[in-house]
Nanobody, 118 residues
Framework: QVQLVESGGGLVQAGGSLRLSCAASGRIASSYAMGWFRQAPGKERENVAG????????YYADSVKGRFTISRDTAKNTVFLQMNSLKPKDTAVYYCNAHEGTSGYDYWGQGTQVTVSS
């Protein structure tokens, strides 16, 4: 069982930065990938960025490449999302995700609101 707790959301002006954190309790095994999704009102949940827990290989959605950086601290079971050059279209609830590769099971955090004003 894995529990995820996000922090770091808030209100920022366009062009600003925020850093999201996601602390995982429970064991993050080698078969896991962790990442961030977001969902804006009236839109589908979007996969923003991900990282393979053991190798550190990363994935980014085209919409955030060059602006967002995902990283992890394996000793603290924590994943981060550094968001720079934020735009109003980045406004959404951001969810932390832990994906177990063998079973395909997904764990989700409660979500944190990110609002970018123009």
């Amino acid at each position: 069982q894995v529990q995820l707790v996000e922090s770091g959301g808030g209100l920022v002006q366009a062009g600003g930065s925020l850093r999201l954190s996601c602390a995982a309790s429970g064991r993050i095994a080698s078969s896991y990938a962790m990442g961030w999704f977001r969902q804006a009102p009236g839109k589908e949940r979007e996969n923003v960025a991900g990282v393979i827990w053991t190798s550190g290989s990363r994935y980014y959605a085209d919409s955030v490449k060059g602006r967002f950086t995902i990283s992890r601290d394996t000793a603290k079971n924590t994943v981060f999302l550094q968001m720079n050059s934020l735009k109003p279209k980045d406004t959404a609830v951001y969810y932390c995700n832990a994906h177990e590769g063998t079973s395909g099971y997904d764990y989700w955090g409660q979500g944190t609101q990110v609002t970018v004003s123009s």
